[in-house]
């Protein structure tokens, strides 16, 4: 009997296999892929010793992961039922509950995810949502699975499309944040190579000081900004220009075209 099986084996199916296997959630011989990539067959094979990877969905899984591409989903969700497997977590973005139910069999405990890209670091933040007929039991099966990966927070359905705005796309933010600074530091003298290792490790090391101090963001922020300083006059730069309006103003448009985009 195989335990999961993950359809999809692009880098972010790949990863939760890894983080299953790492944390000792299931051994290899329990463990599934289905990748319709020859090529990248191979590589899982290669990667995974023991895991059994294979082109199609077979019977005899007790449940599933779909992390294949939004348009592929109900192809592999219809192939999940053919198949008999009525348990699944689904981390495709932006396809709603009553669709992944509605392709599956009757009655399926189905969970949906959004996670975020540092998921593939172990890193990852992701919430779940349960379906109709998803349990406490089958949500705890869900939290499992994502636990080896990063964090997981439970949040009513339509609770997602924030979840989107916020972790899903976050990633993308603090990278631009991390571009600008990097330019910053050029304009300001530095060599590329030293503004790029200062801002990475500033942002790693104060990512790192919010998550272990216990102290909340202000309090932090108080902390590094002495009166009349260079820090007060970089944030007072920065209030000018509106960059806290504008970081809300972003997650709220990704919140809202997640939701366009869940309505098709």
């Known amino acids: ?43 899982l094979e290669a990667m995974f010793p023991g895991v059994a990877v294979a082109a199609d969905v077979t019977a005899g899984a007790e449940g599933a992961v779909v ?45 949906r995810a959004m996670p975020n890209t540092p998921a593939l670091l172990g890193c990852g933040a992701a ?6 007929a998803a349990s406490d039991a089958d949500l705890a099966w869900a939290e499992e699975i994502l636990a080896a990966v990063g964090t997981v927070e ?3 359905e339509k609770l997602l499309d924030a979840v989107t ?10 990278f631009l944040v991390a571009e600008a600074l990097i330019e910053a530091g050029v304009a300001a003298g530095l060599p590329r190579t030293v503004s790029e290792t ?12 919010l998550a272990e101090s216990g102290d909340r963001p202000e309090v932090l ?11 007060a006059a970089g944030l007072a730069a920065l209030e000018a220009k509106a ?22």
């Open 1 to 43: 009997m195989t335990r999961l099986v993950v359809l999809g084996g692009g880098r972010m199916g790949a990863a939760l296999v890894s983080g299953l296997l790492s944390s000792g959630w299931a051994p290899a011989g329990e463990l599934g892929v289905v990748e319709p990539v020859a090529a990248r067959r191979d590589e």
């Open 67 to 111: 992390a294949v591409k939004p348009g592929d989903v109900e192809a592999a969700c219809r192939a999940l039922a053919g198949a008999g497997v009525d348990r699944v977590l689904s981390i495709a973005a932006g396809v709603p509950l009553a669709k992944l139910e509605s392709w599956l069999n009757a009655g399926a405990a189905v969970v």
């Open 127 to 132: 919430a779940i949502a349960a379906g109709a």
């Open 154 to 156: 439970r949040v009513g």
């Open 165 to 174: 705005g916020l972790s899903g796309s976050g990633p993308a933010y603090v």
């Open 198 to 209: 200062l801002t990475i490790q500033t942002l790693l090391g104060s990512a790192r000081l």
């Open 221 to 231: 922020r108080a902390a590094v900004t002495s009166p009349g300083g260079t820090t």
């Open 243 to 264: 960059v806290r309006s504008a970081f809300m103003e972003a997650v709220l448009a990704a919140t809202q075209r997640s939701k366009e985009l869940g309505r098709g």
